[in-house]
């Protein structure tokens, strides 16, 4: 069965910093996907950026870029020159079988100004 | 770009009802739908997975005569809680696939807005 650890319960990280998110997971598959949701108060889930795991190169998505180390089966997410609306839940989530998605337990990311 | 809607967003109901929750894909047609649980500060749990046209797939632990889901058209799975009582209050939340077949780099995943249950 695959399992994701998110290790970090919450991490604080003030305006115009940088913050890393950490994410290892475990599976005995070659092809997968991986993914970051961010979830707001209201509960909505934003995805915020996903990898494939069959690419190299690490993913970004504007200030949002991720670290990928297929063989430590790690995924942690770089949140770059923080904003007050980046702070909220975010879920490192893995998926080898038609989108059933397996979540971490989420790191609640705090913004200071 | 693709939309799924879930409705309602809340609900209170008496304890001994039961409750339907809808998920639709309101601009694809989706074939597989999953539905999830959330407690309070935790995450999200599978519960299930919809298919169009034949029985749902729970996860283990998951009553099946408690949670029943009907996927009976392309773009709307349902998910009712049986016989509600006060530990079943939880959010729930539905997501869809975008794409057809097996799994690929094309596939998206588009989740609901979530419902929030209140058994009193």
């Known amino acids: 069965a695959q399992t994701v650890t998110q290790s970090q319960p919450e991490m604080s990280v003030q305006e115009a910093e940088t913050v890393t998110l950490s994410c290892t997971y475990d599976?005995?598959?070659?092809?997968?996907?991986l993914f970051w949701y961010k979830q707001p108060p209201s509960r909505q889930m934003i995805l915020v950026i996903r990898?494939?795991?069959?690419?190299?190169q690490n993913a970004t998505e504007n200030r949002f870029s991720v670290n990928f180390q297929k063989a430590a089966k790690s995924f942690s997410l770089k949140i770059s020159d923080s904003q007050l609306g980046d702070a909220a839940m975010y879920f490192c989530?893995?998926?080898?079988?038609?989108?059933?998605?397996?979540f971490g337990a989420g790191t609640q990311v705090v913004v200071t100004p | 770009g693709a939309v799924v809607s879930q409705h309602p967003s809340r609900v209170i109901c008496k304890s001994g009802t039961s409750v339907k929750i809808e998920c639709r894909s309101l601009?694809?047609?989706?074939?597989?739908m999953f539905w999830y649980r959330q407690f309070p500060k935790q995450s999200l749990m599978l519960m299930a997975t919809?298919?169009?046209?034949?029985?749902?797939t729970y996860e283990q632990g998951v009553e099946k005569d408690k949670f029943l889901i009907n996927h009976a058209s392309l773009t709307l799975s349902t998910l009712t809680v049986t016989s509600a009582h006060p530990e079943d209050s939880s959010f729930y939340i539905c997501?869809?696939?975008?794409?057809?077949?097996?799994w690929g780099s094309g596939n998206t995943i588009y989740f609901g807005e979530g419902s929030w249950l209140t058994v009193v």
């Open positions: 990898q494939e795991a069959y690419k190299q």
């Open positions: 919809s298919n169009e046209g034949s029985k749902a």
């Open positions: 601009d694809f047609q989706a074939t597989t």
């Open positions: 989530a893995y998926t080898d079988s038609w989108g059933k998605l397996q």
């Open positions: 997501s869809a696939r975008e794409s057809e077949g097996s």
């Open positions: 599976t005995s598959e070659s092809d997968y996907y």
